[in-house]
């Protein structure tokens, strides 16, 4: 089954630019994927009709079986339930601890009490940072911080999981493990979509690729035969 | 036997959620209250604002079950003064006064005679040079009456009337009339304080609405995470309608105090007034149901503020 389907869908923007332009391709449930393109190509809009922080102009997104078009604006935050995401700048909180910026999702969906320390746990402990709940999040590296983004994104346990630029700000070896992170996820059926232009990164790992180019996309086979992409 | 087994994990899943949602709302509760303690100064400063404004009508509601307490104090003495013709000689207005005295309308009849009414009249007028100058005494003479206590205002006028239609009666006065003007005078002032209170409690929730504005100003990045991992306009909204319910609560407590302190302030004067005309009367507070009112107004006064600025702000916070 396609986690994400987008059906000849455009996007254009009040200002007139067109970001996307009848773009149509599939994603299958419990596979890792890269977007790639140059800067202003339409990466993060694509994750953001995912999202619905955007709607598109025309055509139709699918996102884990339902169709974006019938989510009216109160059932969005159920949408985003389903749906963990990694920024660049990854907005996390500053007025809190690593623990309650982690637990955040949780308390949204109504988690119960001794559930939630016990996830945010789990979480912070796949990404190497158990010894830091206490701290507030400004007293951290970049690469931490990603890091924190990166449990708060997955504390629910989401299906899918959007990334955009998450290595952006990172040296190659940070970016590196922060990738190590993304695979994991995947290993465990998550799909996961990663917005990147970071050419160098993406070779370097075997997973398919999607290119965004005039507005359409483009999908080349994974670089290496482990993971093909079919679709 | 596995859908009984179904049900009650079902039944306890439900619990857990409901017993999540109830701490979810007590440290809400806790939390915005605690982000008002942060800030004492400027919180404080709200809370007074708000209780000024709560405790000018309330104050002018002190002071109107006040009046009408000593309307009412008064009512029960209600006296008439019959002034009998100038032609009625002594002996004819004492006998009036007996047959009065048989009245069953009235408790108490004292008839002053023509004389006597001008030695009172000297004594308490200073006027004595005046009065020697007359030939003639000129005030008739009165019987004061005290009608029996607990007769309406109606009654009373009928007895009234009743009274001046007597052959020896020139004139009935009711002396009453003063309690009429401050009846009068309470209904104006019911008016003015339901006015007033209106007129404040639309400035409640403007400065709360204001207050609040600038809470979601300043928590705008929160916002926007919230919404972006899923979180609900209701649970957005949660915190701040709090705050609101702090502040008019706090604001209620504040309106209470001035209006405690002002009554203790008052309290020496009044009852040193009210020694000097041998009256018993001392001012009545707001009582308990007055008191949880104003509490409860406060509430609610503080929830519609946040409401309005969390309707018409919150949706302008959207991720971008
Ligand atoms: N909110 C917006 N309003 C107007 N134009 C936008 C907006 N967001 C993006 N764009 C435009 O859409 C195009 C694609 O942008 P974006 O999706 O951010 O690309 P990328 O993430 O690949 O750099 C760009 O030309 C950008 O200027
Ligand atoms: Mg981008």
């Known amino acids: 089954m396609a986690m994400i389907r987008f059906d000849s869908v455009s996007k254009r923007y009040p200002e007139g630019h067109e970001a996307l332009s009848r773009a149509s391709f599939e994603i299958d449930e419990g596979q890792m994927v890269f977007l790639t393109g140059h800067s202003g190509a339409g990466k993060s809009t694509l994750l953001k009709l995912v999202m619905l922080m955007e709607r598109p102009s025309q055509g139709q997104v699918f996102v884990n079986g339902q169709n974006l078009r019938n989510i009216g604006r109160l059932k969005i ?11 660049q700048n990854h907005q996390l909180l500053f007025d809190r601890t690593v623990f309650d910026n982690v637990a955040l999702p949780l308390i949204i969906s109504g988690c119960p009490h001794q559930e939630i320390g016990r996830r945010v746990r789990a979480a912070l402990d796949k990404v190497g940072l158990l010894d830091k709940e206490r701290n507030n999040p400004i ?18 346990k989401p299906p899918l999981l959007l990334a955009d630029e998450p290595t952006g700000n990172l040296d190659p070896q940070l970016a590196a493990e922060v990738m190590g992170l993304f695979q994991q996820f995947n290993q465990v059926g998550v799909t996961v979509l990663i917005a990147s232009h970071d050419i160098a990164l993406i070779k370097s790992l075997s997973y398919p690729i999607m290119s965004l180019k005039g507005g359409q996309v483009t999908r080349q086979p994974a670089t290496e035969a482990e993971v093909p992409f079919d679709g | 036997m596995a859908d009984a087994q179904g049900a009650q994990r079902r039944q306890s899943r439900i619990r857990d959620m409901l017993a999540g949602w109830r701490a979810h709302h007590g440290e809400v509760a806790r939390n915005s209250f605690q982000r008002l303690l942060a800030t004492p100064v400027s919180s404080a400063m709200t809370w007074l604002v708000i209780g000024i404004a709560l405790a000018l009508p309330a104050s002018l509601y002190v002071g109107l079950i006040n009046m009408q307490a000593l309307g009412e104090a008064w009512d029960s003495t209600a006296r008439l003064s019959l002034y009998l013709k100038m032609d009625v000689d002594d002996a004819r207005g004492k006998a009036l006064a007996e047959a009065l005295r048989k009245d069953s309308e009235l408790v108490a009849v004292q008839f002053t005679d023509r004389a006597s009414a001008l030695a009172e009249f000297r004594a308490i007028s200073g006027f004595g040079d005046v009065l020697d100058g007359l030939d003639e005494n000129p005030l008739p003479a009165l019987i004061t009456v005290e009608p029996v206590a607990g007769l309406s205002a109606e009654h009373l006028g009928q007895l009234q009337q009743r009274l001046s239609a007597l052959p020896e009666v020139e004139s009935a006065q009711l002396d009453l009339e003063w309690v009429q003007r401050l009846y009068a005078l309470v209904k104006l002032g019911q008016r003015l304080a339901i006015t007033l209170a209106a007129l404040l409690a639309l400035g409640v929730i403007l400065v ?15 916002i926007v995470v919230i919404k972006l991992v899923g979180g609900t306009d209701a649970f957005v909204r949660r915190p701040f309608l709090y ?15 001035v209006v405690a302190i002002s009554l203790w302030v008052m309290s020496g004067p009044v009852a040193r007034l009210a020694g000097l005309y041998g009256s018993e009367f001392s001012l009545d507070g707001l009582g308990l149901v007055a008191t949880l009112l104003l509490w409860l107004s406060g509430g609610l006064l503080g929830l519609a503020g946040a409401w309005l600025a969390v309707a018409r702000h919150l949706g302008d916070i959207e991720p971008k």
């Open chain 1, 77 to 87: 935050p159920f949408l985003r339930r389903q749906i963990g995401v990694v920024f």
């Open chain 1, 139 to 156: 007293t951290l590296s970049g690469g931490e911080q990603q890091r924190v983004g990166i449990a708060r994104a997955v504390v629910n």
């Open chain 2, 208 to 222: 709360i609405g204001n207050t609040i504005r600038l809470a979601i100003e300043s928590r705008r990045d929160e």
């Open chain 2, 243 to 257: 705050t609101g319910l702090w502040y008019g609560v706090g604001g209620g407590l504040c309106a209470w105090l």
